[in-house]
């Protein structure tokens, strides 16, 4: 199978909840396709926080940006790489180009960040939102993260998490303080380290890898997440309305948050 140029298989599914009244989750994929560099798939999505509508303001403000710098910034670079170079050749995305895409992305999340915070001071409310950003061309994938939104990568029975969780939790894990047992009930288990629009300062991750044949990429937000076993992800994820599935197998265990995922297969 030609990686570089068969079409991906995507998924996306997001639900209120239980709980909530308003929706604060949002997402977008966009697939296109170039003449040199192949198909490319684009996938951001972001989970918001804040009183009543003003997370789903934060989610799908920087949705939406992303949207644009696909469109826009992204479009123009692969316009000079395909003038200047084939890109299919040899090593596919050169080190570079993902540093170039980085370079980009890291800007737009400070700029997002100030920019969030400021309409909440206009307004008098905090906002922010969690997000992560997936790239996939030439058999390889950039993610960005901010947030404990995640990235997954399952390929029959292995399920492996890219990201890596910028939450007080995961920390006091990382420092050996709490169990993955006491995380999951711990009352800050939703308390962020990092969020675009309510931290002075953001530092998103970057990861980078190949993609294999029969790859799945899941990229979700907590709601989704946090009651599912990695059994599950795998059984369910690649699946006909394998995220819907999901959804509705855990809102049954009571999840209250809303819930998003997006799934790409390469």
Not at 168 to 176: A, E, P, S, T
Request: net charge negative.
């Amino acid at each position: 199978m030609d990686i570089f140029n068969t079409k991906f298989k995507v998924d996306a599914y997001s639900d209120i909840g239980n709980k909530k009244k308003v929706n604060q989750d949002s997402l977008i994929v966009k697939q296109a396709r170039t003449n040199n560099i192949g198909r490319v798939c684009f996938a951001c999505l972001c989970d918001g926080m804040g009183g009543l509508s003003q997370g789903e303001v934060a989610s799908a403000s920087f949705v939406n940006r992303m949207g644009q710098w696909f469109e826009n910034e992204f479009s123009r670079i692969i316009a000079v790489e395909d003038a200047t170079e084939d890109l299919s050749q040899a090593n596919p995305v050169p080190t570079d180009f993902f540093r170039q895409v980085e370079a980009q992305l890291e800007m737009i999340v400070r700029q997002m960040n100030q920019g969030l915070k400021q309409y909440g001071s206009e307004q008098g409310f905090k906002l922010g939102t969690t997000a992560v950003v997936i790239l996939i061309m030439q058999g390889q994938y950039l993610i960005m993260s901010v947030g404990d939104s995640r990235a997954y990568v399952f390929n029959g029975n292995s399920l492996k998490q890219i990201t890596h969780d910028q939450s007080y939790v995961q920390q006091q894990m990382d420092l050996g303080r709490m169990t993955p047992e006491e995380a999951a009930v711990s009352p800050d288990k939703s308390v962020l380290l990092q969020c675009i629009g309510a931290s002075e300062n953001v530092y998103p991750d970057f990861y980078r890898g190949k993609c294999e044949e029969g790859d799945t990429f899941l990229i979700c937000s907590d709601g989704l997440w946090r009651l599912l076993t990695p059994k599950e992800i795998v059984s369910y994820g690649a699946k006909t309305n394998g995220l819907q599935k999901m959804t509705e197998l855990v809102k049954s265990r009571g999840e209250t948050d809303n819930i998003s995922g997006l799934v790409i297969g390469v």
